[in-house]
């Protein structure tokens, strides 16, 4: 069992994006690298120059985590958009505006006092850790959407998966105890987490056209 998974996390290398309207390919694998991504035609008309993090909804359960993956986030939008304004701050800036994020009215506020014009919404689907002696495995499933904070329309929405893997197949019974230090050391590593995030963010957020074109004609004008 262990050798199957091994051989079959070796085989996805690639990241495949596929827009929520292509047809689903029933026969992939559970460790193939696959960003499922729609951009509605709002996102042409109306480019984000400004992202607000809001708090995922991962912040109620786990809020280390969900921090670390709200800051992946902030750090990969920070290479696509004007302005980002990052999770610490838009949590502190909610505050001094005595702001409900959790409802339409307290966003519309935010964005007209914080003068962003957008926030991203996460979803964690879960982290799931597999450990069978010789290989580990984790995976992090994420859920992403940007909308307009004016009026909570949708501009973007992906998913995606990250998986990472350690360890060998036992050939013989010297290469049982290097695979399962291989593994041991991968299940306790506190790194992986967060590496996870930032790929998992960057692989959802690599979905967005590049509008920077649009954007300086639209400043340009002004």
Not at 57 to 84: C, G, K, M, P
Not at 116 to 126: P, Y
Not at 142 to 169: C, K, M, P, V, Y
Request: aromatic share 8%; glycine share 4%.
């Amino acid at each position: 069992m262990a050798a199957a998974l091994f051989v079959l996390a070796g085989a996805c290398t690639h990241v495949e994006y596929r827009p929520t309207s292509a047809p689903k390919n029933d026969g992939g694998t559970p460790f193939e690298r696959v960003v499922n991504y729609q951009v509605k035609p709002q996102y042409y008309r109306t480019p984000p120059r400004c992202v607000a993090v809001l708090p995922s909804s991962l912040a109620h359960t786990d809020s280390l985590r969900a921090r670390i993956i709200e800051t992946a986030f902030a750090r990969q939008l920070s290479f696509r958009v004007s302005r980002v304004i990052g999770p610490d701050e838009t949590v502190q800036m909610a505050r001094q505006m005595a702001v409900d994020l959790d409802t339409a009215s307290g966003r519309r506020r935010f964005g007209i006092l914080a003068r962003c014009d957008t926030a991203v919404d996460i979803s964690s689907k879960g982290f799931e850790t597999t450990f069978v002696l010789v290989w580990a495995q984790a995976r992090l499933s994420l859920s992403a959407r940007l909308f307009r904070l004016r009026d909570d329309i949708e501009l973007w929405h992906g998913t995606h998966a990250a998986n990472r893997s350690e360890g060998s197949i036992p050939l013989s019974p010297i290469s049982i105890p290097v695979g399962a230090f291989s593994a041991g050391k991968f299940h306790s590593d506190q790194d992986v987490f967060p590496s996870m995030a930032d790929d998992a963010a960057r692989r959802l957020l690599a979905s967005l056209p590049d509008m920077s074109a649009a954007l300086f004609r639209r400043t340009d004008r002004r």
